[in-house]
């Protein structure tokens, strides 16, 4: 029979249950971090239980840590969940990149870097953008707290299975357009519930010329969709990426020979199918308090709909038919799972180069990851950012959101290129607008928004 790439991996995983009821699931790699897995391993000490995988279970410490003065967590809530993890996996025997560490970093990056990010695999974490990993061809989900728990007793997992949404994406992208803006684009135009009950993969011309970095940015925001996972079936990028990784299989050949059967047969199998013309897209910018509430950089800025929209512009402090071009930004903040990688600095790099950012403007760069803050510093773009007037900083969640020191003041408006600008979501008061690392450079130079096609042209 026909099927897609989600029901090949699923099916290989399901070690209990009828299909259309709950089914068991094994899982094959669990990553953890500080803000939801305090309460599992206590869960686990009180029913007396050992981790079942250590081997299969790695932690990091990314929401709490400050990211100038690293070891100097003044927060106590955030101290005291630092300390926990610490504690917990030693006590448990888990691999862990804590604060300092050669390869601590954002959860959703360490899993690809280190190489335990792979084709076929069902993915974990207590972490809602844990769908980054489906890039690989794995399925990967964000999991609450009781089933960290669950995870760590008995490596499985009670999942319904959802139903199968491919999103076709073909045609050449506009110079300035990235995957950012894909999606962003894709969220704004079919909805923040699009992908509820659904596992979506992406797929067509545009996502195989994408690459894997590109493709976990899209994977990444699937939540932002409603989708819990996100998939992009393997192929040759995928095998480059991974191929020499500390983690990547020993039997390399035998794993490639499996892997290339991960693919969705026909566009038949799958429910639903969303179209998109890589052409009709343009640089995103949000203008409210949800991903969806975007327009294109050249768009005025939508009609009142609904009491969301009023409440929306009334807390950005905007007005329909206005232009991203017009918002008074005041921070610009590039770094998150999203796009803290190292070729979203170097985008944002090659157009802050030799320029200053504008009067008014704090700007700060986050590797999302150590190893990335490294290879960025070899390629010497710390020192591109500073001599712009940014600041260059250790890596971790940071401004993506507030809990942590890095906070956009009560009313100011913030160029992000995180994931989500909810009210309040990288501080109180903050006014959050989504959009690519090269649309904030930019909007750094300028002290307000611009579209990057006519930078480029
Ligand atoms: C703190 C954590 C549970 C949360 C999530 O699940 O996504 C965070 O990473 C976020 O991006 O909002
Ligand atoms: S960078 Fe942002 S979205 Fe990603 S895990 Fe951290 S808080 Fe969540």
Known sequence: MKTTLFDKVWNKHVVAGNPGEPQLLYIDLHLIHEVTSPQAF?????????????DLTFGTMDHNVPTKDIYNISDLVAKKQ????????AEFNVSLFGNGHDKQGIVHMIGPEIGVTQPGKTIVCGDSHTATHGAFGAIAFGIGTSEVEHVFATQTLWQTKPKNMGVKITGDLQKGVYAKDIILYLISKYGVDFGTGYAVEYYGSTIEGLTMEERMSICNMSIEGGAKMGMVAPDDTTLDYL??????????DQAVEEWRTLKTDDDSCFDRIIEIDAKDIAPQVSWGTNPGMCVSVDESFPEIKDENDTRAYDYMDLKPGGYAKDIELGYVFIGSCTNGRLSDLEEAAKIVKGKKIHDGITGIVVPGSRPVKKAAEKMGLDKIFEEAGFEWREPGCSMCLGMNPDQVPTGVHCASTSNRNFEGRQGKGARTHLCSPAMAATAAINGH?????????
């Open 42 to 54: 206590e869960g686990l000490r009180l029913a007396n239980r050992p981790l079942r995988r250590p």
């Open 82 to 89: 630092i300390e926990a993890l610490e504690k917990n996996c």
């Open 243 to 252: 191929k020499g990784r500390e983690f990547a299989p020993k039997n390399w």
């Open 449 to 457: 928004f611009v579209d990057i096609r006519e930078e480029m042209a």
